[in-house]
């Protein structure tokens, strides 16, 4: 149906650099918000940063000024941008996009929006 291929994770020393990209293929129309989700062990999952269609952008507190979301929508692909990394920033990085799927039913086209999640892709920031 539709799948969100995460890729760019891996380990970095503190103050270094990552990005990450995810991108959507399949029975797509088009893709509304997508964002940046993380989760550390023993930690609630968070959301790091968000980004409409448009460009517009929302960012968490704990990562304004360091992280930037990008999108490109020709690739339907959406990138983090992870500069001046920290331990805390140590988490599996989920990949969330609300996508409008395309079908046919009884010969006519229907739409609907369902948010999709990538598997995942591990940051560790340590020296």
């Known amino acids: 149906q539709v799948q969100l291929v995460e890729s760019g994770g891996g380990l970095v020393q503190p103050g270094g650099s990552l990005r990450l990209s995810c991108a959507a293929s399949?029975?797509?129309?088009?893709?509304?918000?997508m964002g940046w989700y993380r989760q550390a062990p023993g930690k609630q999952r968070e959301l790091v940063a968000s980004?409409?269609?448009?460009?517009?952008?929302n960012y968490a507190d704990s990562v304004k000024g360091r992280f930037t979301i990008l999108r490109d929508n020709a690739k339907r692909t959406v990138y983090l941008q992870m500069n001046s990394l920290k331990p805390e920033d140590t988490a599996v990085y989920y990949c969330?996009?609300?996508?409008?799927?395309?079908?046919?039913?009884?010969?006519?086209?229907?739409?609907?929006?369902?948010?999709?999640w990538g598997q995942g892709t591990q940051v560790t920031v340590s020296s």
């Open positions: 969330n996009a609300e996508v409008v799927g395309a079908t046919v039913v009884s010969g006519a086209r229907r739409l609907s929006s369902n948010d999709y």
């Open positions: 980004i409409t269609s448009g460009g517009g952008t």
């Open positions: 399949g029975s797509i129309f088009s893709i509304n918000d």
